[in-house]
């Protein structure tokens, strides 16, 4: 089956600083990329879907310009939380399209203090 | 409105009892996706199985079956002989319209299978 990895695995980063999550499609290429996040115990609210080469589409409610997503190349997209808050600690989880289907990474704990 | 509903939490069962997780939905497509996915303490999701609308047919893997009723609009999940390893958040989710990728979440149902 299609691989998607996620770095780092889990990151601490202090309040006001960003922090970048790489996401990977290892063995396919992900025109299509979508960023989630999940607060413990809840399910998986998407974030924004990141397109190959253009600007990516944010869900309602998602600050653009705190999480930055980067998707350079069909198998690289880059999810940057910017000036970190506590309230940001969470599960960060990626997944690549292939075929309508989404392959999902391992996912990113960030935790900020 | 697209939604997906599990309306169990929690479910807590003993090793080798059988336990059905339910997913009821609602959506306006006619040619829609519906999925499982297993989410163990590691926090990786696990794709379980992939259902076309239009196939009702019911599905068997190993231990795992699932009863996949238009009608009802469910797409329910049964764990067989339920093992302790089964202990995990599964979620059901739903194709967004469109062939836009996006899926739609439950709200996940805790399985945990006491020894």
């Known amino acids: 089956g299609a691989v998607v990895s996620q770095h780092p695995s889990w990151v601490i980063c202090k309040s006001g600083t960003s922090v970048k999550i790489e996401c990977r499609s290892l063995d396919f290429q992900a025109t299509t990329m979508f960023w989630y996040r999940q607060f413990p115990k809840q399910s998986l609210m998407l974030m924004a879907t990141s397109n190959e080469g253009s600007k990516a589409t944010y869900e309602q409610g998602v600050e653009k310009d705190k999480f930055l997503i980067n998707h350079a190349s069909l198998t690289l997209s880059t999810l940057t939380v910017t000036s970190a808050h506590p309230e940001d600690s969470s599960f960060y989880i990626c997944?690549?399209?292939?075929?309508?289907?989404?392959?999902f990474g391992p996912g990113t704990r960030l935790t900020v203090t | 409105a697209q939604k997906v509903t599990q309306v169990q939490t929690e479910i807590s069962v003993v090793e080798k009892e059988d336990v059905t997780l339910d997913c009821v939905y609602e959506?306006?497509?006619?040619?829609?996706?519906l999925f499982w996915y297993k989410q163990p303490p590691s926090g990786e999701l696990v794709f379980l199985i992939r259902?076309?609308?239009?196939?009702?047919q019911n599905e068997i893997s190993g231990r795992y079956s699932w009863n996949f009723q238009k009608s009802t609009s469910s797409f329910n999940f049964t764990i067989t002989a339920s093992q302790v390893v089964d202990s995990a958040v599964y979620f059901c989710a739903l194709s967004e319209p469109g062939n836009t990728g996006k899926l739609i979440f439950g709200q996940g149902t805790t399985l945990q299978v006491k020894p």
């Open positions: 259902r076309n609308s239009f196939d009702e």
């Open positions: 997944s690549g399209d292939l075929a309508y289907e989404q392959y």
């Open positions: 959506t306006r497509d006619t040619t829609y996706y």
